[in-house]
């Protein structure tokens, strides 16, 4: 009989924010006379920005007609994205980042996922814990860990990211090939300072190592002395490839745009010691098992460059800060001390207890919706994650329902 791929067997059964969707979905089947609120996963819940609307429409008519019809695009993205990728995001924050160095593609969690792939099978990974989990599922699912011993897989170098350090991790002693960063951070919220970021690429040029840097949530940023990304940082062309998304940046959660950047300047070696350009590999990768966002998302999200669309998409992110402004005051009343939201879209709570617990303590007496600290890792245990994005009336009843459950 074929076999199994048996790395899968040391993961956790299932995929965290499916294990919650199930007890959330149990309790509100069997109480459906409590309404449920949910600020647990980052789903976002405002609409699109009129002016991503606007040129879905307009592209979808493009569709219709013969004379501007699309089949298949570039893999790698339309260059009127990639163009407006590189003048908005890099070129205007002075980062040099060229069109053919982002790679478009249907999301920045499947990104995260498949870039490990281009690594060796034996590179050794430094991954923050708490952590969003597909970066290290997807590793486990490689086979590139040992089995899971007390909730931390063996081989792995966990970067503890606790209250003491402000839950921005410390650079290691020892050597790691692969880093995953992502600030603003999820779960935490926490932000990278310069020099915090400075001191991890010295430590990837040092070490001949990567960072993977996650900065889904930049558009969040408000501190004007925080990098938006990795290549504010002097070197970091040579050491580091940066996911985005326009998910949390557009509202585009179903919509599904994000974008890679692979700089031309970052090497990894073979066995031989012969150098490689990573981005070779991944154009390699990419062209072969994808074939591009659809055309009407990708005239959608190149909307957010427009005057317009920077405007409404800052308001939609200025909504979301609102709600994390309500949710960060009620933890303060509380007396929980928290972390995050005024950076992010997600406030780290330090619950003082069983994170699971305190779950379903919020479930059961509020019928809100968390994320229990402990699904991103064991420094997570005694924290829950609370989600900025939901309706402003739900948040503003979820906190009344918060408070009175805790009373
Ligand atoms: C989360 O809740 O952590 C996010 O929804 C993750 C994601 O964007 O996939």
């Known amino acids: ?13 299932s995929y965290l924010f499916v294990d919650i969707a199930r007890r959330v979905n149990a309790y509100a089947a069997a109480n459906p006379g409590k309404p449920v609120i949910r600020l647990g996963i980052g789903d976002v819940t405002e609409p699109l920005p009129p002016a991503c609307i606007e040129a879905l429409h307009a592209a979808t008519d493009e569709m219709a007609r013969r004379e501007t019809f699309k089949g298949y695009g570039p893999e790698q993205g339309y260059a009127f994205l990639r163009e407006a990728i590189a003048a908005n995001d890099y070129a205007a924050r002075g980062c040099s980042v ?66 003491a350090n402000g ?3 410390e650079i290691p002693s020892g050597p790691s090939d692969l880093i995953y960063l992502c600030f603003p951070n999820n779960p935490t919220g926490a932000v990278a300072t310069r020099a915090q970021l400075t001191a991890w690429v010295d430590y990837a040029r040092r070490n ?3 960072i993977l840097f996650d ?53 990894a070696a073979d066995a031989a010691g012969g150098e490689h ?30 005057p317009e669309g920077q405007r409404q998409t800052r308001a939609l992110t200025d909504f979301y800060l609102g709600n994390a402004r309500l949710i960060r005051e009620a933890m303060k009343k509380l007396g929980l001390p928290c972390v995050g939201g005024d950076n992010a879209p997600y406030i780290w709570i330090n619950t003082g207890r069983d994170s699971w617990e305190f779950f379903e303590l919020l479930l059961h ?13 064991r420094c997570g245990q005694g924290h829950v994650r609370i989600s900025a994005f939901n309706s402003r009336e739900n948040v503003v009843t979820a906190l009344e329902r918060v408070a009175a459950a805790l009373a």
Request: aromatic share 10%.
């Open 1 to 13: 009989m074929i076999r199994i791929n048996e790395n899968f067997s040391k993961l956790k059964a």
């Open 98 to 163: 060229a069109p053919d160095e982002i790679f478009v593609s249907d999301g920045a969690k499947c990104d995260s996922a498949n870039i490990q792939e281009i690594f060796s099978q034996d590179a050794r990974l430094a991954i923050p814990d708490p952590v969003y989990p597909v970066y290290l599922d997807t590793n486990v699912m490689a086979g590139r860990t040992g089995a899971d011993k007390d909730g931390r897989y063996e081989g792995v170098r966990y970067l503890d990211c606790t209250p």
């Open 167 to 169: 839950y921005v991790p």
């Open 208 to 210: 001949k190592a990567v």
């Open 215 to 267: 900065s889904a949530y930049e558009a969040y940023i408000r501190d004007p002395q925080i990098p938006h990304s990795i290549y504010e940082i002097e070197g970091a062309r040579d050491v580091a490839i940066e996911l985005r998304s326009f998910s949390k940046t557009a509202g585009f959660t179903g919509l599904r745009c994000a974008y890679t950047v692979v700089p031309k300047s970052v090497m």
């Open 277 to 306: 350009a990573l981005h070779a590999l991944w154009n390699r990768r990419h062209t072969t098992k994808f074939n591009g966002t659809a055309y009407p998302i990708q005239k959608a999200a190149a909307a957010v460059y427009t």
């Open 365 to 377: 007496k509020a019928q809100v919706v968390c994320t229990p600290g402990a699904g991103f890792g």
